[in-house]
């Protein structure tokens, strides 16, 4: 499940936002290259593209890569000198692709220019569906890779989005910035639940995602409740230490930041400082370990979800309840939730099994979502597609710190939760 962009793992910060210099791109041959060799190159980061997005960036193999081409692995390296290069010239593709749906959003009147990008996106999506555009590459597997080029490419295209947002607003940049992050996470994280709605169909939600980031969830003259307080995980040291948790939080930390693949048992074991044989004593396979990350995450949701609606009160409230005890929890201590996106990458019978988990999850908020506009906490809104928002807003505040480092458990709530409930453009 595509999700928020997933390149938060750069290490940025806020200041090197403003003064990063982006990376040159991956190496060519010296000579001028010719039509044969850039139709050539072209088809290889086509490729690249399809096994990125399917399985990830350490599970990518240049066998993959040219199955579908007349060239044997090795011919890669004429035209990139590893497969790392590679990855990176995709994404890199990616990014190009990202900046001119920015420069073109930008180039509308300022209230309009969060509009414009968002059916300039779903647009661009129509056409990757009906082969009218090449697919470009995902980034929930981009950290895996950590290059440099493409690292500095994210925060200069970041840089530009921020754009998107009035200067009229007199947001501060902590709050800039997290509405940037929240609104090109909700474009990512739409690139997988898209495939539920008909092509032709991609302008009539883009419109009611704009309604969402635009308006918000809050009915209108309502104001927007604060969470009452669930504490996801008691404190208990004894489980903390014992070595299944301990397991639990250092795969589920790995997954975060690396994807499955980059997530090995010898990465795992080294980061607790034991033995592979440790490991398998505790553990019957890493995929047991993956599938006991999810289900964890699985249960902290539905605990929030059930104790939100045990606590009482509207739609809104139940709602707002909700999604600030699941975000705060990203924000305290080494426990966080797992980041779904990294579903795109897992063997195929987990990511089909834990789909299935996470789609009765975004049904349950879809639900919350009509009971609020049953009991007029909540506008009207599509809630298939606002459910699916908030399924991403929470999804990326795993990695909010990175572009908003003073975001604290305790603010996040007014920096990052509220532009979802009341919109972004909001005071």
Known sequence: MPNSFGLAGFAAKKEAMDQVTVGQRPRTVSRTPTKR????????I???VEVVNRRGVRGMTLGDVTASLDLVPTGVIYYFRNKEELAAAAFLKALERYEGLIAASVAAPEAGRVPAFVRNSLEFRRQVAVGEAEQIALFNDVRALNATDVNGAYIEMFRHARRLLPRAASLSREDRNSRTHLLLAQLSWATGWLGQWEPQDYGRVAERMTSVLMDGLV????????GRPIPLMAHDPARAKASPELFLRAATRLINEEGYHGASVERISATLNVSK?????HNETKDDLV????????????????????AGGNGLQVLATIVQALVEHQFQGDAPLLRTTALTTVPEPIRLAMLEKLHAISLRYASIICDGIADGSIRPVDAAIAAQMVSGAVNAAAE????APSVTAGSVARHYLRPLFVGLLSA
């Open 37 to 44: 060799f850039e139709a050539r190159r072209t088809a290889l």
């Open 277 to 281: 044989g440790a490991f398998y004593h």
């Open 219 to 226: 009915a209108h003259g309502a104001a927007l409740p604060a």
């Open 400 to 403: 909010l710190h990175f572009f």
């Open 291 to 310: 599938v006991a990350c999810f289900e964890r995450t699985f249960e902290l949701t539905w605990k929030a979800i059930r104790e939100a609606e045990a």
């Open 46 to 48: 086509a490729s690249a």
